[in-house]
Nanobody
Framework: EVQLVESGGGVVQAGGSLRLSCAVS????????IGWFRQAPGKQREGLAC????????YYSDSVTGRFTMSADAARTTVFLEMNGLKPEDTAVYSC???????????????????????WGKGTLVTVSS
């Protein structure tokens, strides 16, 4: 059973930084896509960034490009989201997700950010105070 466990959320002042982590376990294959999403109260879920395990190729949504950076450990079974210049509107539950299919197409990963992935973590709350 695939498990995704996020950590690192908390309360931070506007302009500050946070680093979220997501540990992946239970996946039997050798390649997957993993991504970060968020959902603010009363808003739709938003895809932020995703990475392909096999080669580390990373894709970002326009809304966080330049402020958020996704990275991974050497095995790419723990991924991170470094968030800088946080704003009150970044307040949300941040979740990581995994998708078992992969393709050699950037459009596929951008599509995952739009439509979601198969397996989800429970999320971690990030609150940015003004």
């Amino acid at each position: 059973e695939v498990q995704l466990v996020e950590s690192g959320g908390g309360v931070v002042q506007a302009g500050g930084s946070l680093r979220l982590s997501c540990a992946v376990s239970g996946f039997a294959g050798d390649d997957f896509a993993i991504g970060w999403f968020r959902q603010a109260p009363g808003k739709q879920r938003e895809g932020l960034a995703c990475m392909r395990k096999k080669d580390g190729s990373t894709y970002y949504s326009d809304s966080v490009t330049g402020r958020f950076t996704m990275s991974a450990d050497a095995a790419r079974t723990t991924v991170f989201l470094e968030m800088n210049g946080l704003k009150p509107e970044d307040t949300a539950v941040y979740s990581c997700a995994l998708h078992p299919e992969t393709y050699n197409s950037g459009s596929f990963y951008r599509g995952l950010l739009l439509y979601g992935m198969k397996n989800w973590g429970k999320g971690t709350l990030v609150t940015v105070s003004s």
